[in-house]
C-alpha cells in the first residue's frame, strides 16, 4: 500500500472540519470577530467581503467562491465596506435562524464558517505549519473543486434532507484537505516545517518510506538515494524544508505514533516498542521521555485520568459542535 503522509497526518491529529453557521449580510456593514483560539475556515458564497487581521498584514478581498483558513492566532474584521465602524459579531451572532446570523440590509453576502477540530497536540502541531491566513481565490484552477463543494455544502444546508448534518461535515472535511492541497501546490513561500515537506517533489520519496514503514532502522543512504540524491544533499535540502534533520523527524513522527497508541491503545510498552524500531523497552521509554517529558507508562495513566467527555465547543457563529464532531467520529 502506497503511503500518503498528509492523510496520514491529519488522521494522526484527528483533523476534523466542523460547519457551525454562517452568515446573510446586505448593504454597507463591518462585524468584528475575536480571536478564535482554533484553526477556523471561511467560504464565501455569493458577493464579496474585505477580510482585515489584526497582524497589520493589508485586507484581503474574498469574493463568490473565495476560502480562507485562518490559523486562529488573530481577531479580524470581516466588512462590505471598510469604512464602516465594526460592530460586535458575538452580538450579531445571537439571533439565528437555522444557523445562519443575518446582519444590515439585503442579502448581498452569504457566508459560511466553522472550525478544524484537533485532538490532543493537534493545534499546535498544525497551527505552527500555517500562515495566519491561506486564502485560495476562486479563479485558480485548483480551485475548481472547491466551487463544487461549496456548491453542495450550500445545497445540503439549505435543504435539512435526512443526513444534511453529516453530509455537510463530510463535504466540509473534504474542503479543508483541498485548501491544504491547493497551499502545498502554491507558489506562494511556505512555513518551514511537515506541510511544505510534504509538498517537496525531491523529499516526498523519502517521507513516504518513513511513513510506510516508521519501525524500519532507515539510514540516511537510503533515504538519500529514493530522492536520487547525495546523502549531503539530500540532508541539506531535508533540513531547510521541514526544520529538522531526517533521522529526526523519523524520530518525531514515531513519537507521534506513540502517543496515540498510548492515548488510545492498549498495546503493551514492549511490544509498542518493538513495532517503532526500538529494540528494548527501556530504549524507547528513553526517546519517548525526552520527547514529551515523561515515561511512556506514566503518559499512558496520565492520558487516561485526562479523558472525559467530548467537550462541547461553540464558534462565534454560536452552534455548538459536540453533534457534528460525534457524528463524524462515528462516520470514520
Given at each position: 500500500m502506497i503511503?500518503d503522509?498528509?492523510?496520514e497526518?491529519?488522521?494522526l491529529?484527528?483533523?476534523?472540519?466542523l460547519?457551525?453557521?454562517?452568515?446573510?449580510?446586505?448593504?454597507?456593514?463591518?462585524?468584528r470577530?475575536?480571536?478564535?483560539?482554533?484553526i477556523k475556515?471561511?467560504?464565501?458564497?455569493?458577493?464579496?467581503?474585505?477580510l482585515?487581521?489584526?497582524n497589520?498584514?493589508?485586507?484581503?478581498?474574498?469574493?463568490?467562491?473565495?476560502v480562507a483558513?485562518?490559523n486562529g492566532?488573530?481577531?479580524?474584521v470581516?466588512?462590505?465596506?471598510?469604512?464602516?465602524t465594526p460592530?460586535?459579531?458575538v452580538?450579531?451572532f445571537?439571533?439565528?435562524?437555522?444557523g445562519?446570523?443575518?446582519h444590515?440590509?439585503?442579502?448581498?453576502?452569504?457566508?459560511?464558517g466553522?472550525?478544524?477540530?484537533?485532538?490532543p497536540?493537534g493545534?499546535?502541531?498544525l497551527s505552527?505549519?500555517?500562515?495566519?491566513?491561506i486564502?485560495?481565490r476562486?479563479a485558480?484552477a485548483e480551485?475548481?473543486?472547491?466551487?463544487?463543494?461549496?456548491d453542495?455544502?450550500?445545497?445540503?444546508?439549505?435543504a435539512?434532507?435526512?443526513?444534511a448534518?453529516?453530509a455537510?461535515?463530510?463535504l466540509?472535511q473534504?474542503m479543508f484537505?483541498?485548501?491544504l492541497?491547493a497551499?502545498?501546490?502554491s507558489?506562494?513561500?511556505?512555513?518551514?516545517?511537515?506541510l511544505?515537506?510534504f509538498g517537496?517533489?525531491r523529499?516526498?520519496p523519502a517521507l513516504?518510506?518513513?511513513?510506510?514503514?516508521?519501525g524500519?532502522?532507515?539510514q540516511l543512504g537510503e533515504?538519500?538515494?529514493?530522492a536520487?540524491m547525495?546523502?549531503?544533499s539530500?540532508?541539506l535540502?531535508?533540513?531547510t524544508?521541514?526544520?529538522?534533520?531526517?533521522?529526526t523527524y523519523?524520530?518525531?513522527w514515531r513519537?507521534r505514533?506513540?502517543?496515540r497508541?498510548?492515548?488510545e491503545g492498549?498495546?503493551?510498552?514492549s511490544?509498542?516498542?518493538?513495532?517503532l524500531?526500538y529494540?528494548?523497552?527501556s530504549?524507547?521509554s528513553?526517546?519517548f521521555?525526552?520527547m514529551?517529558?515523561m515515561?511512556?507508562?506514566r503518559?499512558?495513566v496520565?492520558?487516561?485520568?485526562?479523558?472525559?467527555?467530548?467537550?462541547?465547543?461553540?464558534?462565534?457563529?454560536?452552534?455548538?459542535?459536540?453533534?457534528?464532531?460525534?457524528?463524524?467520529?462515528?462516520?470514520?
Open positions: 503511503s503522509p498528509l492523510s497526518m491529519l488522521n491529529l484527528d483533523a476534523r472540519c460547519v457551525s453557521g454562517g452568515l446573510i449580510a446586505g448593504g454597507a456593514w463591518a462585524l470577530f475575536p480571536q478564535p483560539n482554533r475556515i471561511s467560504a464565501v458564497a455569493k458577493g464579496r467581503c474585505w482585515c487581521l489584526d497589520g498584514s493589508e485586507p484581503i478581498l474574498l469574493e463568490a467562491g473565495d483558513l485562518l492566532r488573530h481577531s479580524f470581516l466588512a462590505s465596506d471598510l469604512a464602516v460592530t460586535d459579531a452580538g450579531a445571537k439571533e439565528k435562524v437555522d445562519m446570523a443575518h444590515g440590509v439585503g442579502e448581498d453576502f452569504h457566508y459560511l466553522g472550525h478544524i477540530a484537533l485532538g497536540q493545534m499546535e502541531l505552527d505549519v500555517l500562515p495566519p491566513i486564502h485560495v476562486a485558480l480551485a475548481g473543486v472547491l466551487r463544487w463543494l461549496l453542495q455544502l450550500v445545497r445540503e444546508m439549505a435539512k434532507r435526512p443526513g448534518l453529516l455537510s461535515t463530510q466540509a473534504l484537505v483541498q485548501v492541497r497551499h502545498i501546490m507558489s506562494a513561500p511556505l512555513t518551514v516545517g511537515w511544505r515537506a517537496d517533489d523529499i516526498a513516504r518510506l518513513m511513513h510506510g514503514d516508521p524500519r532502522s532507515w533515504l538519500a538515494k529514493s536520487g547525495s546523502r549531503t539530500f540532508a535540502r531535508f533540513k524544508v521541514a526544520g529538522v534533520a531526517p533521522l523519523l524520530i518525531g513519537m505514533l506513540a502517543e497508541e498510548l492515548r492498549s498495546m503493551p510498552v511490544a509498542l516498542a518493538l513495532s524500531g529494540t528494548s523497552e530504549a524507547f528513553n526517546a521521555k525526552r514529551t517529558g515515561p511512556p507508562k503518559y499512558r496520565a492520558m487516561a485520568r485526562e479523558a472525559g467527555p467530548i467537550e462541547e465547543v461553540v464558534d462565534v457563529e454560536g452552534q455548538a459542535m459536540t453533534t457534528h464532531y460525534r457524528l463524524l467520529k462515528a462516520a470514520s
